[in-house]
């Protein structure tokens, strides 16, 4: 049964950053591409970052690029999201996923090609 566990949310003033992480157990991440999504109150859940599983690309929604860093260590089974010069509108709860698919040729940022999700964790920025 694979796990994902989300923590390093909270609350921030706007221009603050915040480090998320998700720990995964069940399985070895290191055969799937790992990635972030978001979902803010009345907004459906929308892609954030993912990075493929052989870590060689790594892919921003252009809202966060510049300003986010997806990172994945394979050996400790996480990823990890450094969030900087955090907006307002980066408000949302923040899952960490899983792609269904191990060695993905193409990687993904379709919702429906993730079938392991975190339970969330609040990213709150105060402006």
């Known amino acids: 049964q694979v796990q994902l566990v989300e923590s390093g949310g909270g609350l921030v003033q706007a221009g603050g950053s915040l480090r998320l992480s998700c720990a995964a157990s069940g399985r070895t991440i290191s055969s799937y591409t790992m990635g972030w999504f978001r979902q803010a109150p009345g907004k459906e859940r929308e892609f954030v970052a993912i990075?493929?599983?052989?870590?060689?690309?790594?892919y921003y929604a252009d809202s966060v690029k510049g300003r986010f860093t997806l990172t994945r260590d394979n050996d400790k089974n996480t990823v990890s999201l450094q969030m900087n010069s955090l907006k307002a509108e980066d408000t949302a709860v923040y899952y960490c996923a899983q792609d269904g698919w191990a060695r993905r040729s193409m990687v993904t940022t379709d919702l429906r090609d993730y079938s392991f999700w975190g339970q969330g964790t609040q990213v709150t920025v105060s402006s």
């Open positions: 990075v493929s599983w052989k870590n060689t690309n790594t």
